[in-house]
């Protein structure tokens, strides 16, 4: 269409309200200049560009756009940063202070009464809470943890812990759990409110805890604590640093601007461009709402947050240390993009675009919620149209999100249609790079994407995480088997189209490449290069997986349902399958044509499960793989087996100025990846009490068995007459202590078996991963 004339309004941090608001009587606020368009006449007439002039504007409330302030297709409405400096936008406020020593190199300085401090910039670097234990950037886990962190015996140094946090990884390391301490008990123990940001909640983990907000613990250079009732900021500055000279800032806002629409009237046709957003408050303690059957909860919200949009735009920004989600796509939002940006250091997630619970059919919250087939509405489709749909982000830099938040991913996909991430690079994250929530509505685009250095402090992931726990699903496979064979379109409900991830490069060192869990189905997954984790399928229909190249690793098939329609060929991988609780008889739909760069005899393990009877092995011919190029050399043996080759060139961020930023992924020096024979065939069974065991073994038992490690004993048979069995213990249970020992491997438990003779004995194992308790006498 046609762009119309443009009009435009002129904002500076030194200009004044009552001014015209033209270039040389610019406003002062970003408020004045939106109410200025609104009054002007000519929205959806004209383009209209409001100029913001360089500095810093701290914004005493949220900005809001309402359909009052849309644009119209030929005629948009742009904010825009002009050149000659940064522009910024920031929910915090700048303190004029009169720092003073304290003790022990620790500065104070009197702030006004009734402020309130969610973060300490200074000199525009955020600063740490005064926490136990200190920071430590060298400990992968929580920067630093100490099993004592919230103890009653460390609580006792404490006079005023009121409004310090605690925060704790899940046992599993699925993500972390937040408390505020409210005060303590008389017998000197803490209590507490949160925990509620976990959607499959649990005891805390043992060891992986932290404590801040706690004057007592300001013992380190960059930590600080405000005690908001005597008005008193404490800093501890690191050496050389003068205070005097400082930028102080400090956080207030939860969100720095509002798109607030509906399906009704929705804002239309603002676009957001070269703008710095910082100074957004953290907001994990908002964390209650449960998504649709996932791990997690969220807070609807963040810097920038977005409900009833269409065509609205943010570009060619900078996120910078904001403290909760970066940008909130929520409920219904059309065609919303974002482009060119850099996100950063956020306390949660990059994008995250999340619909209304309300408008899935059946929608079950929480993963072991009750669930009645009988009563299952089977009309496909979502019920509503409140939704995120046909969105885009793309050539954006995406790095280390979920500062505060472990359980968050770069870019989050929850009960959405049609979202596409296109050539985007995202590292070091706490957790999945991607993750999408479940298959509602399916339809989404992964392409050319760079993501790795992922689930850096989680565990039982991947660098693509996603769930399928749509309403066909069922904790019980033999349920959905029986189901879905009563009900073939079961599946394909909620995920109306494929959900496709090709062109990508991959790394995750603490988990899979790619990792398709509980359920997720309707997938394509197509030219990707997986440089470390390979790619994990646990069950779910309808994945078609071709043309991949795993270095070092191979293809996880997880629990497989039956007639799952699977199909996995034309790949290049580097050992034997990985199973984990795979049924006997074939496996898909065809697992065929893939070759296995690999010199022992991989490719005809599992000829008993219908695998590989056109497969072959041996040198792929890659043609400069120490640079990143695993194409194959013309003559490669893969060729004739169908793959082809794809451009390794292209992943990650175009444009210069990003591409000169990012970084890119280790390369791994290729190795001969042995078979994993253990989950094959075992030759020499070993028994304790009678009962067939072995070792848990990797990553995918891990997964499998919903393990808090890689460790554990697995009972493969148990006779009914069996101590074990008549104690309760059934097949598939994993023995992880005795006595409150651990036992991580067999050799341990029969050492445990040789004392147990006339002895009571107290054995916890995790079935389902729930944990249970049983007393054996022998």
Same mark, same amino acid.
């Given at each position: 269409?046609?762009?119309?004339?443009?009009?435009?309004?002129?904002?500076?941090?030194?200009?004044?309200?009552?001014?015209?608001?033209?270039?040389?009587?610019?406003?002062?606020?970003?408020?004045?200049?939106?109410?200025?368009?609104?009054?002007?006449?000519?929205?959806?007439?004209?383009?209209?560009?409001?100029?913001?002039?360089?500095?810093?504007?701290?914004?005493?409330?949220?900005?809001?756009?309402?359909?009052?302030?849309?644009?119209?297709?030929?005629?948009?409405?742009?904010?825009?940063?002009?050149?000659?400096?940064?522009?910024?936008?920031?929910?915090?406020?700048?303190?004029?202070?009169?720092?003073?020593?304290?003790?022990?190199?620790?500065?104070?300085?009197?702030?006004?009464?009734?402020?309130?401090?969610?973060?300490?910039?200074?000199?525009?670097?955020?600063?740490?809470?005064?926490?136990?234990?200190?920071?430590?950037?060298?400990?992968?886990?929580?920067?630093?943890?100490?099993?004592?962190?919230?103890?009653?015996?460390?609580?006792?140094?404490?006079?005023?812990?009121?409004?310090?946090?605690?925060?704790?990884?899940?046992?599993?390391?699925?993500?972390?759990?937040?408390?505020?301490?409210?005060?303590?008990?008389?017998?000197?123990?803490?209590?507490?409110?949160?925990?509620?940001?976990?959607?499959?909640?649990?005891?805390?983990? +043992?060891?992986?805890?932290?404590?801040?907000?706690?004057?007592?613990?300001?013992?380190?250079?960059?930590?600080?604590?405000?005690?908001?009732?005597?008005?008193?900021?404490?800093?501890?500055?690191?050496?050389?640093?003068?205070?005097?000279?400082?930028?102080?800032?400090?956080?207030?806002?939860?969100?720095?601007?509002?798109?607030?629409?509906?399906?009704?009237?929705?804002?239309?046709?603002?676009?957001?461009?070269?703008?710095?957003?910082?100074?957004?408050?953290?907001?994990?303690?908002?964390?209650?709402?449960?998504?649709?059957?996932?791990?997690?909860?969220?807070?609807?919200?963040?810097?920038?947050?977005?409900?009833?949009?269409?065509?609205?735009?943010?570009?060619?920004?900078?996120?910078?240390?904001?403290?909760?989600?970066?940008?909130?796509?929520?409920?219904?939002?059309?065609?919303?993009?974002?482009?060119?940006?850099?996100?950063?250091?956020?306390?949660?997630?990059? !994008?995250?675009?999340?619909?209304?619970? +309300?408008?899935?059919?059946?929608?079950?919250?929480?993963?072991?919620?009750?669930?009645?087939?009988?009563?299952?509405?089977?009309?496909?489709?979502?019920?509503?149209?409140?939704?995120?749909?046909?969105?885009?982000?793309?050539?954006?830099?995406?790095?280390?999100?979920?500062?505060?938040?472990?359980?968050?991913?770069?870019?989050?996909?929850?009960?959405?249609?049609?979202?596409?991430?296109?050539?985007?690079?995202?590292?070091?994250?706490?957790?999945?790079?991607?993750?999408?929530?479940?298959?509602?509505?399916?339809?989404?685009?992964?392409?050319?994407?760079?993501?790795?250095?992922?689930?850096?402090?989680?565990?039982?992931?991947?660098?693509?995480?996603?769930?399928?726990?749509?309403?066909?699903?069922?904790?019980?496979?033999?349920?959905?088997?029986?189901?879905?064979?009563?009900?073939?379109?079961?599946?394909?409900?909620?995920?109306?189209?494929?959900?496709?991830?090709?062109?990508?490069?991959?790394?995750?060192?603490?988990?899979?490449?790619?990792?398709?869990?509980?359920?997720?189905?309707?997938?394509?997954?197509?030219?990707?290069?997986?440089?470390?984790?390979?790619?994990?399928?646990?069950?779910?229909?309808?994945?078609?997986?071709?043309?991949?190249?795993?270095?070092?690793?191979?293809?996880?098939?997880?629990?497989?349902?039956?007639?799952?329609?699977?199909?996995?060929?034309?790949?290049?991988?580097?050992?034997?399958?990985?199973?984990?609780?795979?049924?006997?008889?074939?496996?898909?739909?065809?697992?065929?044509?893939?070759?296995?760069?690999?010199?022992?005899?991989?490719?005809?393990?599992?000829?008993?499960?219908?695998?590989?009877?056109?497969?072959?092995?041996?040198?792929?011919?890659?043609?400069?793989?120490?640079?990143?190029?695993?194409?194959?050399?013309?003559?490669?043996?893969?060729?004739?087996?169908?793959?082809?080759?794809?451009?390794?060139?292209?992943?990650?961020?175009?444009?210069?100025?990003?591409?000169?930023?990012?970084?890119?992924?280790?390369?791994?020096?290729?190795?001969?990846?042995?078979?994993?024979?253990?989950?094959?065939?075992?030759?020499?069974?070993?028994?304790?009490?009678?009962?067939?065991?072995?070792?848990?073994?990797?990553?995918?038992?891990?997964?499998?068995?919903?393990?808090?490690?890689?460790?554990?004993?697995?009972?493969?048979?148990?006779?009914?007459?069996?101590?074990?069995? +008549?104690?309760?213990?059934?097949?598939?249970?994993?023995?992880?202590?005795?006595?409150?020992?651990?036992?991580?491997?067999?050799?341990?438990?029969?050492?445990?078996?040789?004392?147990?003779?006339?002895?009571?004995?107290?054995?916890?194992?995790?079935? +389902?991963?729930?944990?249970?308790?049983?007393? !054996?006498?022998?």
């Amino acid at each position: 269409m046609k762009m119309t004339q443009t009009s435009g309004f002129y904002v500076s941090p030194v200009g004044d309200d009552a001014h015209s608001g033209k270039k040389n009587q610019p406003f002062a606020t970003l408020s004045r200049a939106r109410d200025a368009v609104r009054a002007s006449g000519r929205l959806g007439k004209e383009a209209i560009t409001v100029h913001l002039l360089p500095g810093v504007y701290y914004l005493p409330e949220t900005l809001v756009f309402t359909t009052d302030d849309s644009g119209a297709a030929g005629a948009p409405v742009v904010y825009q940063g002009e050149p000659g400096g940064e522009v910024v936008l920031s929910g915090g406020l700048k303190l004029e202070l009169e720092w003073a020593p304290y003790r022990d190199g620790i500065m104070q300085a009197k702030v006004p009464v009734g402020l309130k401090i969610d973060q300490l910039f200074i000199n525009g670097i955020r600063q740490n809470m005064a926490r136990y234990p200190n920071d430590d950037p060298t400990q992968r886990m929580m920067h630093g943890y100490a099993a004592d962190a919230f103890s009653k015996e460390r609580a006792a140094r404490w006079a005023a812990p009121i409004g310090g946090y605690m925060h704790a990884m899940h046992p599993a390391h699925w993500g972390d759990v937040h408390f505020q301490i409210t005060g303590k008990q008389p017998d000197g123990s803490l209590s507490y409110e949160g925990g509620w940001q976990n959607n499959r909640g649990s005891a805390l983990h +043992k060891e992986h805890r932290f404590v801040e907000n706690i004057f007592e613990e300001l013992d380190a250079p960059g930590e600080w604590f405000h005690n908001a009732q005597t008005c008193v900021l404490y800093f501890y500055p690191e050496a050389g640093m003068d205070l005097e000279k400082a930028k102080v800032e400090v956080v207030r806002l939860r969100h720095l601007i509002d798109f607030k629409g509906d399906t009704a009237e929705s804002v239309k046709f603002i676009t957001l461009r070269g703008l710095t957003f910082r100074h957004a408050a953290r907001t994990f303690m908002e964390n209650r709402e449960p998504l649709n059957r996932s791990d997690w909860t969220i807070y609807r919200g963040g810097a920038v947050f977005l409900e009833g949009t269409e065509d609205c735009q943010i570009a060619d920004s900078l996120f910078d240390q904001v403290g909760g989600n970066t940008i909130f796509v929520n409920a219904y939002n059309r065609r919303f993009t974002v482009r060119g940006c850099l996100i950063q250091a956020s306390g949660a997630s990059g !994008v995250a675009f999340v619909g209304d619970a +309300k408008a899935v059919r059946s929608p079950l919250l929480n993963y072991d919620q009750p669930f009645d087939y009988a009563k299952l509405d089977r009309t496909a489709g979502p019920l509503t149209d409140n939704y995120p749909s046909d969105c885009l982000v793309e050539d954006c830099l995406i790095t280390r999100t979920g500062w505060f938040e472990r359980q968050t991913a770069s870019i989050q996909i929850s009960m959405s249609l049609g979202i596409t991430v296109r050539h985007c690079s995202i590292y070091d994250v706490p957790r999945a790079g991607i993750n999408i929530g479940e298959g509602c509505w399916g339809g989404h685009v992964i392409e050319g994407c760079d993501i790795f250095d992922t689930v850096k402090e989680t565990g039982d992931h991947g660098s693509f995480n996603s769930w399928g726990r749509d309403r066909f699903w069922h904790p019980d496979i033999a349920i959905i088997n029986r189901e879905v064979a009563a009900d073939p379109q079961l599946p394909m409900l909620d995920v109306l189209k494929p959900i496709i991830l090709r062109n990508n490069r991959w790394r995750c060192d603490h988990g899979w490449d790619i990792d398709l869990d509980d359920g997720s189905s309707n997938y394509e997954i197509y030219n990707n290069l997986c440089l470390n984790g390979g790619i994990k399928n646990r069950e779910g229909y309808k994945r078609i997986v071709t043309n991949n190249i795993m270095v070092n690793n191979s293809f996880h098939p997880h629990a497989w349902l039956v007639n799952s329609g699977d199909v996995f060929k034309h790949n290049i991988v580097m050992g034997a399958y990985c199973p984990a609780v795979m049924h006997g008889g074939k496996w898909g739909q065809e697992i065929d044509h893939n070759f296995f760069a690999t010199h022992d005899d991989a490719c005809t393990r599992f000829a008993d499960n219908g695998c590989d009877a056109h497969s072959l092995a041996g040198d792929p011919m890659f043609v400069e793989p120490a640079s990143g190029n695993y194409q194959v050399k013309a003559g490669s043996p893969v060729l004739k087996l169908g793959f082809k080759n794809f451009p390794m060139d292209q992943f990650g961020v175009c444009r210069p100025l990003l591409k000169a930023m990012a970084r890119t992924p280790e390369l791994p020096q290729i190795r001969d990846v042995p078979m994993d024979a253990s989950r094959v065939l075992v030759k020499d069974p070993l028994y304790f009490c009678q009962a067939q065991v072995r070792d848990i073994d990797g990553l995918g038992d891990r997964s499998a068995y919903g393990l808090p490690d890689e460790s554990g004993v697995l009972l493969l048979e148990i006779p009914a007459e069996s101590v074990l069995a +008549k104690a309760g213990l059934i097949k598939d249970d994993v023995i992880f202590e005795c006595n409150g020992r651990p036992v991580r491997t067999v050799s341990g438990l029969l050492e445990i078996q040789e004392m147990m003779a006339g002895t009571v004995f107290k054995f916890s194992a995790i079935r +389902k991963q729930q944990v249970l308790t049983v007393e !054996v006498n022998h």
